[in-house]
C-alpha cells in the first residue's frame, strides 16, 4: 500500500491554475476531492498520472514509501474510454496488449464475474448499457493490479440508481486501494469519502467525514447532513 | 439495392436521352455514335476491349495497393515522429503544388512504355489524399483512451497498433474512397502520354482514326470498372468503419 503526497500550486505559462495546496492520500482508503467546475480537480488528477503536458506543478507528488510513481497508478473516467472494436474481455486485457505481456484470460473473465458480466463478456461496447460499460472499465482498472486509483467522476453519467450500485461495486472490489476520487456530486463524497477535500478558488478545505467506515448507506443521517454541510461549503465558496 | 435499382434508372434514361440526341440531331457517327453501335462495337470488339481493359485494371490496382501501402506508412510515421511531421509535411504540401499531369511525360521519359509509369502515376496522384486522411485519423485518436494507455505504460508502437490504427480506419476508408475514383486518371492519363496497350492507348487510337464508337465502348468500360471499383472499396470501408465505430 502506497500513500501519496501532493503539494504545489499548478501554472500554465504564468497563469495560476490553482494556489498552493498540499494534502495526503492516505494508503488503503478513499480520498474524495469535491469542488466547483473548472476549479482545477481533474487538473491535479491529471498531474497524479503524469499526463499533463501544458500545465506545469510548481510543487511535489510523491510516495511516502518512495518509489517512482509510473507503474503505480490506474485510472477510470466519466467516459468509459472502451475501445468500440473489442469485446468485454478483450477491452479488459488492454493493459496487456499494450505492454505486449501474455493476456491472462483466467485472471480477466474472474475479474468479470466479480463485475456480474459473465454473460455479456463476448459482446462489444455498443451492445452493453452505460452502467454494463462501467462496469467493464472497472474491471479492466482492476485487472492491472495498481496500488494507486485515480477516479475521475466515473459514476456521473450514469443514472441514480445505476450509481447507486456502481458505488458500491467499487467501493467493494477496490478495498486495500489508495484512491482519490475526483466528484462534483456531495452525496456521493459522503457516500465513499474516507476523507473529503473541498477545492476551490482559494485553497483546498478538509471536511470531517460522515462517522463509520465505508460504504455508507445513503439515507444514514450522519451521511445526510455531511452532504448538506458539503453543499453549503460549495456554495459559499462560489 | 433500391440505389442499384435508381442507378440502372439513370444509366438507362441517360441512354435515352443520348439515343434520342442522337436520331433528332442526325448527328454523324463519326460526332456521336448512337448507344446502340457503341454496343455492337463493343460486343464485335470485345477480346480486343478486354485485353486492355486487363492492362488498365491492372496498372489501377497495383498502382492503387502500392500507394496505398506507401501513403499509409507515411501517415504512421508521421504520426508517429514530431520530426518527421516538420519535415515532411512541408514537402508534401509542395508536391501537391506540382500538377501531378505534367509529370507523366518525365515518367514515360525515365520508366519506358511499360506498366510502371502508369502505376507510378496513379500511386502518385493517390499518395496525398490517402497519406493525408490517414493521418489526420491517427491524429485524432479519443483522447480519454490515449490517456489511458499512457498510464497502462503502453509500449508506443503497441498503442499505434492496437489503438490508433484502428481508430483511424475511418479516416483511412475515405481516403480510400478518393483512391478509387482518382487511381484511374492517373492510370489513364499515364497511358495517354505514351503506351502501347491499355484502355487510354486504345481511346487515342481510336479517336484517331475516327473510330468514336470504339472510343466510347472503351470509354464506358472504363467507368463500369471505376465504378466497380469505388463501390467494392466503400462497401469495404463501410463495414470496416462499423466495426471500428462505437
Known amino acids: ?238 | 439495392m433500391k440505389l442499384f435499382l435508381r442507378l440502372i434508372l439513370v444509366t438507362v434514361a441517360l441512354f435515352l436521352f443520348w439515343h434520342f440526341l442522337v436520331v433528332f440531331a442526325d448527328l454523324p457517327k463519326f460526332i456521336l455514335p448512337s448507344p446502340l453501335l457503341v454496343m455492337q462495337t463493343f460486343v464485335s470488339n470485345f477480346s480486343l476491349i478486354l485485353k486492355h481493359a486487363v492492362v488498365t485494371g491492372s496498372e489501377i490496382l497495383v498502382g492503387l495497393l502500392a500507394g496505398t501501402v506507401l501513403g499509409s506508412v507515411t501517415a504512421i510515421c508521421l504520426a508517429i515522429s514530431p520530426a518527421a511531421r516538420t519535415i515532411v509535411r512541408p514537402m508534401m504540401v509542395l508536391s501537391q503544388a506540382l500538377p501531378v499531369f505534367a509529370l507523366a511525360p518525365l515518367l514515360t521519359l525515365w520508366l519506358g512504355y511499360g506498366l510502371w509509369p502508369k502505376i507510378l502515376m496513379a500511386l502518385l496522384i493517390i499518395y496525398f489524399p490517402v497519406t493525408s486522411s490517414f493521418f489526420d485519423g491517427l491524429m485524432n485518436t479519443p483522447k480519454g483512451m490515449l490517456d489511458l494507455s499512457r498510464v497502462m505504460n503502453g509500449n508506443p508502437w503497441r498503442i499505434m497498433l492496437n489503438l490508433r490504427i484502428p481508430a483511424a480506419v475511418p479516416g483511412l476508408a475515405s481516403g480510400l474512397r478518393l483512391a478509387a475514383v482518382y487511381a484511374p486518371i492517373g492510370a489513364i492519363i499515364g497511358e495517354w502520354v505514351g503506351a502501347s496497350e491499355g484502355l487510354g492507348y486504345l481511346m487515342l487510337l481510336a479517336n484517331g482514326r475516327a473510330k468514336i464508337d470504339l472510343m466510347f465502348a472503351a470509354l464506358i468500360v472504363l467507368v463500369v470498372m471505376t465504378l466497380i471499383l469505388h463501390w467494392s472499396i466503400d462497401r469495404l470501408g463501410n463495414s470496416l468503419t462499423a466495426k471500428m465505430s462505437p
Open chain 1, 1 to 238: 500500500m502506497q500513500s501519496l503526497l501532493f503539494e504545489g500550486s499548478a501554472w500554465i505559462n504564468e497563469i495560476q491554475i490553482f494556489p498552493r495546496i498540499s494534502f495526503t492520500m492516505q494508503a488503503g482508503s478513499w480520498t474524495c476531492m469535491l469542488g466547483p467546475s473548472g476549479v482545477g480537480k481533474t487538473t491535479i488528477l491529471r498531474l497524479i498520472a503524469g499526463l499533463e503536458s501544458e500545465i506545469v506543478l510548481d510543487g511535489s507528488i510523491v510516495l511516502k514509501e518512495g518509489g517512482r510513481l509510473s507503474g503505480q497508478i490506474s485510472l477510470m473516467s466519466q467516459t468509459d474510454n472502451l475501445l468500440p472494436w473489442l469485446s468485454a474481455t478483450e477491452n479488459v486485457l488492454l493493459g496487456n496488449r499494450l505492454r505486449g505481456e501474455k493476456p491472462d484470460f483466467d485472471k480477466a473473465n474472474e475479474l468479470i464475474k466479480k463485475v456480474g458480466l459473465t454473460e455479456h463478456r463476448k459482446k462489444r461496447p455498443y451492445a452493453l448499457s452505460g452502467g454494463q460499460r462501467q462496469r467493464v472499465a472497472l474491471a479492466r482498472t482492476l485487472m492491472e493490479e495498481r496500488p494507486i486509483v485515480l477516479l475521475d467522476e466515473p459514476f456521473s453519467a450514469l443514472d441514480a440508481r445505476v450509481r447507486a450500485e456502481m458505488q458500491e461495486l467499487a467501493a467493494q472490489h477496490l478495498q486495500g486501494k489508495t484512491i482519490l476520487l475526483v466528484t462534483h456530486d456531495p452525496a456521493e463524497a459522503a457516500r465513499l469519502g474516507e476523507r473529503i477535500l473541498v477545492l476551490s478558488v482559494n485553497g483546498i478545505k478538509d471536511v470531517c467525514p460522515p462517522a463509520g467506515g465505508i460504504i455508507r448507506a445513503y439515507d444514514e443521517q450522519t451521511v445526510l447532513a455531511c452532504q448538506g454541510q458539503l453543499l453549503r461549503l460549495l456554495r459559499e465558496e462560489e
